[in-house]
Every structure is written in structure tokens, then in C-alpha cells.
């Protein structure tokens, strides 16, 4: 199975910065997508940022030029650099990963969540 383990949320305050983690860990053979969703109270999950095994990236239109997805192979790890942070930002961010256990089962693993909180 795969282990998420996410950390770096909080509570910033408008226009502020936060970054995200996520460590990867398990029985796994490979790993293709890595991303990040959040949900906000009241409101269905949505997909923030993706990050492809080579680095391909795509981004909701509600953060582009505001937040950046990065990925470090080797450790298993996908980051979200969070600036010029918005109250609408507030919500509890998820990581997703998509890969290949070393059974060869293909799996679709989430993190238990991380809350960030943007507010004055």
C-alpha cells in the first residue's frame, strides 16, 4: 500500500505564503501523477494543481500565477509553493498521488488532508 503524509498548512494572513508537502511511501513501484486538491466548508473537492512524472503541470485558473507545483522524484515528494494567498484559498488541501505498487496493481492514493486558513 502507499503512505501520504502532508504537512505545511496553517494560518496565514491575506497576501501571505505557504508550502505544502507531500511524502510518498510504501510498496511502490512507480509514480506517474502527483496533485493537489482542496475542499472548502460547504463545497465539493476540486482540483487545484497536477504534476506529471516528467513535470508537466496544470493549474485551476483560480491560482495560476499564484501557486507552484514542484516534485522531487527521488524522495517520492510533491510540494505546492502557496502565494499572495486569498481568503477564498481557505480550505482543506489533499494530496493525490497515481502510480504502481510493486504488485502491479495500479493505485489512486490520497493524504488525510492539511487545513490552510487564509484570513486578517
Known amino acids: 500500500q502507499v503512505q501520504l503524509v502532508e504537512s505545511g498548512g496553517g494560518s496565514v494572513q491575506p497576501g501571505g505564503s505557504l508550502r505544502l508537502s507531500c511524502a510518498a511511501s510504501?510498496?511502490?513501484?512507480?509514480?506517474?501523477?502527483m496533485g493537489w486538491y482542496r475542499q472548502a466548508p460547504g463545497k465539493e473537492r476540486e482540483l487545484v494543481a497536477t504534476?506529471?512524472?516528467?513535470?508537466?503541470?496544470r493549474y485551476a485558473d483560480s491560482v495560476k500565477g499564484r501557486f507552484t507545483i514542484s516534485r522531487v522524484n527521488a524522495k517520492n515528494t510533491v510540494y505546492l509553493q502557496m502565494n499572495t494567498l486569498r481568503p477564498e484559498d481557505t480550505a482543506v488541501y489533499f494530496c493525490?498521488?497515481?502510480?504502481?505498487?510493486?504488485?502491479?496493481?495500479?493505485?489512486?492514493?490520497w493524504g488525510q488532508g492539511t487545513q490552510v486558513t487564509v484570513s486578517s
Open positions: 504534476i506529471t512524472s516528467g513535470g508537466s503541470t
Open positions: 493525490n498521488v497515481q502510480g504502481w505498487l510493486r504488485s502491479y496493481v495500479k493505485k489512486d492514493s
Open positions: 510504501g510498496s511502490i513501484l512507480s509514480i506517474d501523477a
